[in-house]
C-alpha cells in the first residue's frame, strides 16, 4: 500500500506565497509521474501540475508562471511552490503518485487565499 501526506496548506493573502509538500510511503520500489490536483468550491477536480520521474514538468494555464512542482526522489517527496497566489486559486489541494502504473491520491490540504 502507498500513503501519500500533504502538507503545507493554510491561509494567505492575495499575492502570498505557500509551499506545500507531498511524501509517499509505503510500498514504493519507484515512482513514475507525480503531480497536484486541486478542487475549488462547487468545482471539479483539476490538474495543477505534474512532473515525471526524468523531471519533465507541465501545468495548468491558470497556473503557468506562478506555480513551480518539483521532486526529491530520495525523499519520495513532491512539491509545489505557489507564488502570486490570487483568491481564485482558493481549494483543497491533492498530490498524486503513479506507482508502477496506479495512481495513488492524498487526502488533501487546504489552501485559501484571502482578498
Known amino acids: 500500500q502507498v500513503q501519500l501526506v500533504e502538507s503545507g496548506g493554510g491561509l494567505v493573502q492575495a499575492g502570498g506565497s505557500l509551499r506545500l509538500s507531498c511524501e509517499a510511503s509505503?510500498?514504493?520500489?519507484?515512482?513514475?509521474?507525480m503531480g497536484w490536483y486541486r478542487q475549488a468550491p462547487g468545482m471539479q477536480r483539476e490538474l495543477v501540475a505534474v512532473?515525471?520521474?526524468?523531471?519533465?514538468?507541465k501545468y495548468a494555464d491558470s497556473m503557468q508562471g506562478r506555480f513551480t512542482i518539483s521532486r526529491d526522489n530520495a525523499k519520495n517527496t513532491v512539491y509545489l511552490q505557489m507564488n502570486s497566489l490570487k483568491p481564485e486559486d482558493t481549494a483543497v489541494y491533492y498530490c498524486?503518485?503513479?506507482?508502477?502504473?496506479?495512481?495513488?491520491w492524498g487526502l488533501g490540504t487546504l489552501v485559501t487565499v484571502s482578498s
Open positions: 512532473i515525471s520521474s526524468g523531471g519533465s514538468t
Open positions: 509505503g510500498n514504493i520500489p519507484s515512482i513514475n509521474a
Open positions: 498524486n503518485a503513479n506507482v508502477w502504473g496506479m495512481d495513488n
